[in-house]
């Protein structure tokens, strides 16, 4: 069995769903949050980047800095919260309903080169759902310079990444669309 840690991305504005809360939204009697801590279940530590909210589960915090400044800084400061030792990192957004213990597993056991990363049902990959070796990570944070601000899909770029695909858990809700299409699949 794989030894890994995870950070859950859990910051952020939900602009398009008009400023809520998304970590924070219930569907199915749990938190989006909490759904994407269940899915670390397998992880040594997990470390939650956002805003401090209640959690089904004891986890450790962090903040990006400057707060607000994106998932990429997220990341960072995700990263610099865990303890040095698991040799594998796996990220996920707190707003993946369908996301799994299962679906984290099949990541960090695909994990190759510098890591594997999720491709959801339309082929894009999605490098908030994704498992890094670690230190392939730090380096390529390292090369990025200041996280603040920067997209995401730099880490894409600057890694090795095996392809996985994960249909359904990589879908994320971003917009009122996505929110009632889950609401009415949980309903």
């Given amino acids: 069995m794989p030894v890994w840690d995870a950070v859950v991305l859990a910051g952020g504005q939900g602009r398009r769903l008009g400023g809520v809360d998304k970590p924070a939204l219930i569907l ?3 938190t989006l949050l909490d759904v994407a ?3 670390c279940v397998g992880a040594r530590h997990t470390v ?3 805003p401090r909210r209640p959690t089904a589960r004891p986890v ?3 903040r990006e800095h400057p707060p607000g400044t994106g998932p990429l800084a997220g990341l ?3 990263l610099r919260s865990l303890p040095p030792a698991a040799p594998t990192v796996a990220v996920l957004a707190a707003d993946l309903p369908a996301v799994s213990p299962a679906v984290l597993l099949v990541l960090v056991d695909s994990v190759v080169g510098d890591g594997a990363v999720a491709i959801d049902s339309g082929g894009r990959l999605q490098p908030l759902l994704a498992a890094y070796r670690r230190d392939a990570l730090a380096a390529a944070l390292a090369r990025i310079g200041d996280p603040a601000g920067r997209p995401v899909n730099l880490l894409v770029d600057a890694l090795d990444l095996a392809e996985v695909p994960v249909t359904d858990a990589a879908s994320d809700i971003d917009t009122p669309g996505d929110l009632a299409r889950w609401e009415e699949r949980e309903a």
Wanted: charged fraction near 20%; aromatic fraction near 6%.
């Fill in 37 to 39: 801590l269940a899915a």
């Fill in 28 to 30: 199915g009697r749990r």
């Fill in 76 to 78: 960072a400061a995700g």
């Fill in 48 to 50: 939650v980047v956002g």
């Fill in 60 to 62: 450790r915090w962090a």
